[in-house]
């Protein structure tokens, strides 16, 4: 069976190797055993339901609360030749009926439905269907607790009753511990195995930006693209106002930038989404409407413009960021009136309370002084034992000192209270006011109250934040909020379990101009990427759909990069399946083979010009190229035995520094080492130079 899936894995989905968890995912599934899955977004979650589907001998039904990204996965699996189809309000009567009677005659292994249609059609045509497994993607949908709770989801249960016999596998890429309980019970799991992967995307980069006036924020931005201007990114906005004013600002200044929001016709929408997928708008400025089942993963970078309502909201949309597994930066800007504004809408709905809380606890790792990605990763019950070197706070690191002591006392008094205080009662019994409600509940009796006196409230605050973003409380939602102990706590208090913990300080805030669009130098294997871009667009618009489906931005990568010419290198490079190297291989490799031939003819170019006498600065005049590059054609044509003196370019002098260099680097790949190592004496084309002699006679 796995050795089938390991096949599946390549001849259908392109891919070498499972992921972390997948393979064992995998064979839970197919042993028909109830299955929790947990994995961030990108993780590659589909995968662990898709194979299975097609080692089955029925059918798979796949539940997902979006159209659209029903719609994308289906859209992507028949691009792998995969039988699959979708089934929510978006189809007519008549294509109803043809799914069902594709269904119902096996043409069809993957059925994605909507749950508002789940149970209307079991109890009609899908009764007559061998279903062989039920998925239900993003299944924290299905929990009051978590963030994004739908009521549709309710009816989950009864399906579950109905298909007793059948395995289910629920997928989610965020669930705090009480939602995956949660999630476990709504849907009537039967003793599931839970998988849960790391959270950790260790290719974000965490920054947070507080309290920066709105002037210098939008110049801030600015500053920011201008660095990028070929990059995909995404702005978060509160409210749709803000969306249009920054798209409006930024194009203002050159940039190809667009807003995204629910006030826009549902038409306006789809076409701003597709410009983005096909990377013909590079900005979007949205609110959170933005991005539920897109599945680009080349967006480079995410701002939050304002203050999240939630962690596992702002921790989905930075994921939006660097799918493709490449470095992509995050930045979150937030002030106390985002608080305000999210306070309020909170107040307003059901479950307030849990709103709130969830709220501050984003609050809390906006104003942390301990590595970011720890705090998120323990939100997510998830311990990371060293700090990650990739957020603003581990490179700008504040002063800690060792908090064992302060963590003790805090942990102390929830022992004693036996974990049944939230925070501010934490507080108030360490410093042992004299609060009616700690009276009425006799905690001035236990051993801990008052030994917190010489900290001030607020310092008490600072670091009962930093304990809850360590991990040594959790927050239990379900009981009143009150703060438990975890392991790791259990471990400060009554073992040897260490914590640091940092002095309260006020942050800078940084100082920048702003910037107008303009373009970018590419390096070669930048260039053929964006040949090949064009390429895989040219191949959609015919097909109609979204260019990742033909390739993703990683495979053109690697293509760009290895430059594969035939089958076998071709279909070594991730993500070409059989099936598509069958329909596009050809097409890349002739546009691969005429860009090494362009590339060949620059160089010839330079030499013609070069055998006609013409000096280095002539070339560069009429070629309208750098220096820096004609000395890179004269190199490779030295090195390739061309009659080319490039020794009259160097001193002896000068030769010998870069041998002695070459002697410590041993290295021909790179020139910035020798520059260093030269104490930038030495310009880059000289070293080119020095270095290309050097291999010639080692050759
Ligand atoms: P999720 O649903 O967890 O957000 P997806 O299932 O959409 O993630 O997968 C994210 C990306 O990773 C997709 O582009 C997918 O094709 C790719 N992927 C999944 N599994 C593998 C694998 N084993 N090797 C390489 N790429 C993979
Ligand atoms: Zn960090």
């Given at each position: ?73 289906v859209?992507a ?9 979708f ?28 749950p508002?249609k789940l ?60 939602t ?30 507080a ?72 900005i ?21 413009n ?42 307003g ?7 709130i809380?969830?709220?501050?606890r ?46 003790q ?34 905690f ?21 934040t ?53 373009k ?15 390429v ?15 390739f ?8 760009a ?41 620059t ?26 590059t ?43 080492p ?10 880059y084309y ?9 291999a010639?006679?080692?050759?």
């Amino acid at each position: 069976m796995l050795q089938q899936a390991r096949e599946i894995l390549k001849d259908s989905f392109g891919y070498h190797t499972f992921r972390d968890q997948q393979e064992e995912i995998i064979q839970t599934v197919l042993s028909s055993q109830d299955t929790l899955v947990l994995m961030p977004t990108g993780g590659g979650k589909s995968i662990c339901f898709q194979i299975p589907a097609l080692l089955s001998n029925g059918l798979t039904v796949v539940i997902s609360p979006l159209i659209s990204l029903m719609k994308d996965q289906v859209e992507a699996l028949r691009a792998n030749g995969i039988n699959a189809a979708f089934y929510n309000s978006s189809l007519s009567e008549i294509e109803e009926r043809e799914i069902e009677s594709d269904v119902l005659s096996g043409g069809i292994k993957l059925l994605y439905l909507s749950p508002e249609k789940l149970i209307s059609s079991t109890n009609s045509w899908l009764s007559n269907a061998k279903i062989s497994l039920v998925a239900v993607d993003e299944a924290h949908c299905v929990s009051m607790w978590g963030h994004d709770f739908r009521p549709e989801y309710a009816q989950l249960k009864e399906f579950r009753e109905r298909l007793s016999d059948v395995p289910f596998v629920a997928l989610t890429a965020t669930a705090d511990k009480t939602t995956r309980k949660d999630i476990i019970k709504q849907i009537g799991l039967k003793q599931p195995k839970v998988f849960i992967s790391s959270f950790n995307r260790e290719n974000l980069s965490l920054e947070v930006r507080a309290n920066v006036p709105k002037k210098q924020k939008i110049k801030e931005i600015r500053n920011f693209i201008g660095d990028r201007i070929n990059e995909s990114g995404i702005i978060y906005c509160l409210s749709r106002k803000g969306a249009d004013e920054m798209a409006q600002d930024l194009k203002g200044y050159g940039y190809n930038a667009a807003s995204y929001h629910a006030g826009l016709a549902a038409n306006k929408r789809a076409k701003v989404q597709e410009n983005f997928i096909n990377d013909k708008t590079n900005i979007i400025c949205a609110t959170i409407a933005f991005g539920m089942g897109i599945d680009k993963s080349n967006v480079r970078w995410v701002i939050h413009n304002n203050l999240p309502k939630n962690i596992e909201g702002y921790y989905q949309e930075i994921g939006r960021a660097g799918r493709d597994g490449l470095p992509s930066i995050t930045i979150l800007y937030y002030n106390l009136r985002d608080l305000m504004v999210l306070k309020r809408f909170a107040e307003g709905g059901a479950k307030s309370e849990v709103y709130i809380d969830k709220l501050y606890r984003m609050l809390n790792y906006a104003e942390a002084t301990s590595c970011r990605r720890k705090i998120l990763l323990s939100y997510f019950s998830e311990h990371l034992p060293e700090n990650c070197g990739n957020c603003d706070v581990c490179k700008n690191p504040p002063t800690f000192f060792d908090g064992k002591i302060i963590a003790q006392k805090a942990l102390s008094a929830c022992h004693r209270t036996k974990q049944k205080i939230g925070t501010n009662m934490m507080i108030n019994i360490l410093r042992g006011s004299a609060n009616q409600d700690i009276y009425q509940r006799g905690f001035q009796n236990i051993k801990t109250y008052g030994i917190g006196k010489d900290v001030s409230f607020k310092d008490w605050q600072h670091y009962s934040t930093q304990l809850l973003n360590q991990g040594v409380f959790e927050i239990a939602y379900d009981e009143s909020f009150t703060l438990k102990i975890t392991e790791y706590g259990r471990s400060v208090l009554f073992e040897d379990g260490a914590i640091q913990l940092t002095i309260p300080t006020d942050k800078p805030i940084k100082q920048k101009g702003g910037k107008k669009a303009s373009k970018k130098k590419l390096s070669p294997d930048e260039e053929l990427f964006e040949v090949l871009r064009e390429v895989r667009r040219g191949i959609a618009v015919k097909e109609k759909v979204p260019a990742y489906i033909i390739f993703h931005d990683a495979t053109l990568k690697e293509m760009a990069s290895e430059k594969p010419t035939n089958q076998l290198d071709m279909l070594a490079v991730q993500g070409i399946s059989v099936i598509k190297y069958d329909k596009y291989g050809k097409t890349f490799i002739n546009a691969i083979e005429e860009f090494n031939q362009s590339k060949l003819n620059t160089v010839e170019a330079t030499h013609e010009l070069y055998k006609k006498g013409l000096t280095v600065d002539e070339i560069c005049f009429t070629r309208e190229l750098k220096q820096e590059t004609i000395f890179s054609h004269l190199c490779k044509l030295y090195f390739d035995g061309e009659e080319v003196d490039i020794q009259q370019f160097i001193t002896q002098a000068e030769q010998a520094a870069v041998i002695k260099a070459h002697k410590k680097i041993q290295d021909f790949t790179s020139l910035k080492p020798y520059f260093d190592f030269l104490d930038s004496k030495l310009p880059y084309y000289k070293i080119r130079v020095g270095l290309t002699l050097l291999a010639k006679k080692a050759k």
